[in-house]
C-alpha cells in the first residue's frame, strides 16, 4: 500500500487473463467484445463501493506461418449474352505472394483480364471485411469495402494485366477467426465491372495479424504499470467520527 498526498491509499494489484481463447476487443454494427476490470471496496456500515474500467484484449495473430506465407491464387471466367443471344466472356486470374498482412502492408497483385465480349469493362480491386454475429441460433453478417484501386478500361477483345499493382491495408483489427460468437475476415475482392451484367468477382482470404510488440493478451496486467490505462476511482463518504 503506497500513501499519497491528501491521505489517497493506492493498492497494487494485477491478475492474469485465463488461458484458451478470449477475442479480441472488437466493436462492430451489431455487437461488440469488452473486457472490464472492476474494483469493490466493503466498509462497515457503509455502502459497498464500485467502480470499473475498460481495458482492451488483442489476441495475436501470427501471420508468420508457413500457411500464411504461401500465394493464394484464383481464377473465374463469366460468360456474356445480349438478349439471350451469346456475346463472348470476359475472365479474370489473379495471385497474391502470401495470404497474411499487418497495418501498413501493401499487397501486391499479379492479375489478367480478358475481354472478348462487346462492351467495355473495368478491373478492380478492393479489401473487404466480413462481420459474422453469432446468437441465439441467428446470424447476422455484415460486410464493408475499406480500400479499393482500379485498373485502365478494356475495350472489346483486348486484355490488361497487373503486375506489382498495390493496395496497402490501412489500420485494421485483426482477424478474429477462433471466437464462437464473432468472427471478423478479411477479402481481396479483385472484380470486373460489366455494364448491363453481374460483376465477375474472385475473392483471395486474408488474415490480419498484429504487429509484435503489440499487447499480449497472455501477459499479465497490472494497473500500476500501464500507461494506456487511468486509475479507477472510488468516491467515499467520509469516515464516522
Same mark, same amino acid.
Given at each position: +500500500?503506497?500513501?499519497?498526498?491528501? #491521505?489517497?491509499?493506492?493498492?497494487?494489484?494485477? =491478475?492474469? @487473463?485465463?488461458?484458451? &481463447?478470449?477475442?479480441?476487443?472488437?466493436?462492430?454494427?451489431?455487437?461488440?467484445?469488452?473486457?472490464?476490470?472492476?474494483?469493490?471496496? $466493503?466498509?462497515?456500515?457503509?455502502?459497498?463501493?464500485?467502480? /470499473? /474500467?475498460?481495458? $482492451?484484449?488483442?489476441? &495475436?495473430?501470427? +501471420? #508468420?506461418?508457413?500457411? @500464411?506465407?504461401?500465394?493464394?491464387?484464383?481464377?473465374?471466367?463469366?460468360?456474356?449474352?445480349?438478349?439471350?443471344? &451469346?456475346?463472348?466472356?470476359?475472365?479474370?486470374?489473379?495471385?497474391?505472394?502470401?495470404?497474411?498482412?499487418? $497495418?501498413?502492408?501493401?499487397?501486391?497483385?499479379?492479375?489478367?483480364?480478358?475481354?472478348?465480349?462487346?462492351?467495355?469493362?473495368? &478491373?478492380?480491386?478492393?479489401?473487404?471485411?466480413? !462481420?459474422?454475429?453469432?446468437? #441465439?441460433?441467428?446470424?447476422?453478417? =455484415?460486410?464493408?469495402?475499406?480500400?479499393?484501386?482500379?485498373?485502365? !478500361?478494356?475495350?472489346?477483345?483486348?486484355?490488361?494485366?497487373?503486375?506489382?499493382?498495390?493496395?496497402?491495408? /490501412?489500420?485494421?483489427?485483426?482477424?478474429?477467426?477462433?471466437?464462437?460468437?464473432?468472427?471478423?475476415?478479411?477479402?481481396?475482392?479483385?472484380?470486373?465491372?460489366?455494364?448491363?451484367?453481374?460483376?465477375?468477382?474472385?475473392?483471395?482470404?486474408?488474415?490480419?495479424?498484429?504487429?509484435?510488440?503489440?499487447?499480449?493478451?497472455?501477459?499479465?496486467?497490472?494497473?500500476?504499470?500501464?500507461? $494506456?490505462?487511468?486509475?479507477?476511482?472510488?468516491?467515499?463518504?467520509?469516515?464516522?467520527?
Amino acid at each position: +500500500v503506497i500513501l499519497r498526498p491528501g #491521505n489517497k491509499y493506492e493498492y497494487k494489484f494485477g =491478475f492474469e @487473463l485465463p488461458q484458451g &481463447p478470449l477475442g479480441t476487443t472488437f466493436k462492430g454494427k451489431y455487437g461488440c467484445v469488452d473486457y472490464w476490470v472492476k474494483a469493490f471496496l $466493503e466498509r462497515p456500515s457503509f455502502p459497498t463501493q464500485e467502480t /470499473k /474500467k475498460r481495458f $482492451e484484449v488483442m489476441d &495475436p495473430v501470427d +501471420v #508468420n506461418t508457413p500457411e @500464411l506465407l504461401s500465394p493464394v491464387a484464383a481464377k473465374k471466367e463469366k460468360k456474356v449474352s445480349c438478349m439471350f443471344i &451469346p456475346d463472348g466472356r470476359v475472365s479474370v486470374s489473379a495471385q497474391i505472394d502470401r495470404k497474411g498482412f499487418c $497495418e501498413g502492408d501493401d499487397i501486391c497483385i499479379n492479375a489478367d483480364f480478358e475481354n472478348t465480349c462487346s462492351r467495355i469493362v473495368v &478491373p478492380k480491386a478492393a479489401i473487404v471485411a466480413k !462481420h459474422t454475429y453469432l446468437a #441465439n441460433g441467428q446470424t447476422k453478417v =455484415f460486410t464493408q469495402k475499406l480500400s479499393c484501386v482500379r485498373g485502365n !478500361h478494356i475495350i472489346s477483345g483486348t486484355s490488361e494485366s497487373w503486375r506489382g499493382k498495390t493496395i496497402r491495408v /490501412k489500420k485494421l483489427k485483426p482477424s478474429i477467426l477462433g471466437c464462437n460468437i464473432l468472427r471478423v475476415e478479411y477479402f481481396l475482392q479483385i472484380y470486373v465491372s460489366v455494364p448491363g451484367s453481374k460483376k465477375i468477382i474472385l475473392e483471395l482470404p486474408l488474415v490480419i495479424g498484429s504487429r509484435s510488440g503489440i499487447g499480449s493478451r497472455s501477459s499479465s496486467m497490472a494497473s500500476q504499470t500501464s500507461s $494506456e490505462m487511468s486509475w479507477v476511482d472510488l468516491n467515499l463518504p467520509d469516515a464516522p467520527e
